[in-house]
T-cell receptor
Framework: DQQVKQNSPSLSVQEGRISILNCDYT??????FLWYKKYPAEGPTFLIS?????DKNEDGRFTVFLNKSAKHLSLHIVPSQPGDSAVYFC?????????FGAGTILRVKS | ETGVTQTPRHLVMGMTNKKSLKCEQH?????MYWYKQSAKKPLELMFV???????ENNSVPSRFSPECPNSSHLFLHLHTLQPEDSALYLC?????????????FGPGTRLTVL
């Protein structure tokens, strides 16, 4: 029973356009959410996070939106660049433990 | 060397072998983690050590045995594994044992069990 779901295994976007990666969760106790990015042959690296007391957090080209009533969060990348091509993992926590989604492969075409 | 390193990067072993995965962090962190990532599945937390004490053991079979001899090193000892244990094993460290604390991951060990 996956508590964090990334329903799109992959996404392809043209360079310069917006990339929107989605994540749904089932546990209403989750209070902190993160996105990690992973390149091939490397470990995941932290990208951006959001606390449940907020509905938006922005860092440069990356914005995370949280909709608590829908138990949904999304990551927006604007504008998308070829170097953004990677696997993106959504993660959520209640307490100290992180629960990860299965990841979405983003391909940004130039 | 900086960051989190893992050795070996690739490992092929038979079901009767004994092997160990090594993780080393050069960040002065107090928490270390082992995760398993099977193909197209989420990262699964296996073990957590905080200040060299095991604080999480997520119902992992006893054929996986972790060891944390000091705050910089973490091992995963493998014994009589099954083919379904083939996966990417990722080590991570964090300043403290907290989900709000950024975890820094190593590149992983790709394990194949024949």
């Amino acid at each position: 029973d996956q508590q964090v779901k990334q329903n799109s295994p992959s996404l392809s976007v043209q360079e310069g356009r917006i990339s929107i990666l989605n994540c749904d969760y089932t546990n209403s106790m989750f209070d902190y959410f993160l996105w990690y990015k992973k390149y091939p042959a490397e470990g995941p690296t932290f990208l951006i996070s959001i606390s449940s007391i907020k509905d938006k957090n922005e860092d440069g080209r990356f914005t995370v939106f949280l909709n608590k009533s829908a138990k949904h969060l999304s990551l927006h990348i604007v504008p998308s660049q070829p170097g953004d091509s990677a696997v993106y993992f959504c993660a959520a926590s209640a307490g100290n433990k992180l629960v990860f989604g299965a990841g979405t492969i983003l391909r940004v075409k130039s | 060397e900086t960051g989190v390193t893992q050795t070996p990067r690739h490992l092929v072993m038979g079901m009767t072998n004994k092997k160990s995965l090594k993780c080393e962090q050069h960040l002065g962190h107090n928490a270390m983690y082992w995760y398993k990532q099977s193909a197209k599945k989420p990262l699964e937390l296996m073990f957590v050590y905080s200040l060299e004490e095991r604080v999480e053991n997520n119902s992992v079979p006893s054929r996986f045995s972790p060891e944390c001899p000091n705050s910089s090193h973490l091992f995963l000892h493998l014994h009589t594994l099954q083919p379904e244990d083939s996966a990417l094993y990722l080590c991570a460290s964090g300043q403290q044992y907290s989900a709000a604390d950024t975890q820094y991951f190593g590149p992983g060990t790709r394990l194949t069990v024949l």
